[in-house]
């Protein structure tokens, strides 16, 4: 089932520390908990890093997947510059890393 416009809040841990469940709350405030087999983790450099920490409990008392301690640390910005132009012919962008790929 998707549960769309929803904010997951807390990862909560079953045994052998492996996510089961996931707290969320909807934009009206109300909340509730989604279970599955598989939980996939993906909401960027910080939602992930802010959700793993917010979800400290028994078993995970620096956060889920925080062992380390280094969750949610040592995260680096790449400043760019973007551009855009318009060419009277072809020049064939994005073939090349991605810095230069643009030009």
Same mark, same amino acid.
């Given at each position: $089932? /998707?549960? #769309?416009?929803?904010? %997951?809040?807390?990862?909560?841990?079953? +045994?052998?520390?492996?996510?089961?469940? /996931?707290?969320?709350?909807? %934009? #009206?405030?109300?909340? +509730?908990? &989604?279970?599955?087999?598989?939980?996939?983790? %993906?909401?960027? %450099?910080?939602?992930?890093?802010?959700?793993?920490?917010?979800?400290?409990? +028994?078993?995970? &008392?620096?956060? /889920?997947?925080?062992?380390?301690?280094? /969750?949610?640390?040592?995260? $680096?910005?790449?400043?760019?510059?973007?551009?855009?132009?318009?060419?009277? +012919?072809?020049?064939?962008?994005?073939?090349?890393?991605?810095?230069?790929?643009?030009?």
């Amino acid at each position: $089932m /998707v549960h #769309d416009h929803t904010t %997951a809040t807390r990862l909560n841990l079953g +045994e052998g520390g492996k996510i089961v469940s /996931v707290d969320f709350r909807r %934009a #009206d405030g109300s909340t +509730e908990t &989604a279970s599955g087999k598989v939980v996939v983790v %993906a909401a960027h %450099a910080i939602e992930t890093p802010r959700l793993l920490l917010n979800s400290a409990q +028994e078993g995970a &008392a620096n956060g /889920v997947a925080d062992a380390s301690d280094q /969750v949610g640390r040592n995260l $680096m910005d790449h400043p760019t510059k973007l551009c855009r132009v318009l060419a009277p +012919e072809p020049v064939w962008p994005y073939r090349g890393p991605l810095p230069t790929s643009g030009i």
